[in-house]
Nanobody, 116 residues
Framework: QVQLVESGGGLVQPGGSLRLRCAASGLPFSTYVMSWYRQAPGKELELVATMTSYGGSTNYADSVKGRFTIPRDNAKNTVYLEMNSLKSEDTAVYYC?????????WGQGTQVTVSS
């Protein structure tokens, strides 16, 4: 059974940092494309960051480029979202996603709130 368990969300002040964690089990982790999405209240789901299988390359939304990174640890079956210089507009529920056609798995989501 595939499970993705997210952790690391919370309340942080503007300019602060958070690290989200997504631990996977029940699948060959390194063969999947890994992504983080987010959804702010009243807005559509937004792709934030992606890393290709085996850590080949990364892509970031323009809104987070230079502030967020998506490291992965294949030995621990874990992908992270390192978030720095957080802004109020980063407030959202963040979801990890593992994809390899035809499979598409989602985490349960973790709330990130950036506020003073």
């Amino acid at each position: 059974q595939v499970q993705l368990v997210e952790s690391g969300g919370g309340l942080v002040q503007p300019g602060g940092s958070l690290r989200l964690r997504c631990a996977a089990s029940g699948l060959p982790f390194s063969t999947y494309v890994m992504s983080w999405y987010r959804q702010a209240p009243g807005k559509e789901l937004e792709l934030v960051a992606t890393m290709t299988s085996y850590g080949g390359s990364t892509n970031y939304a323009d809104s987070v480029k230079g502030r967020f990174t998506i490291p992965r640890d294949n030995a621990k079956n874990t992908v992270y979202l390192e978030m720095n210089s957080l802004k109020s507009e980063d407030t959202a529920v963040y979801y990890c996603n593992l994809k390899r056609i035809p499979y598409d798995f989602w985490g349960q989501g973790t709330q990130v709130t950036v506020s003073s």
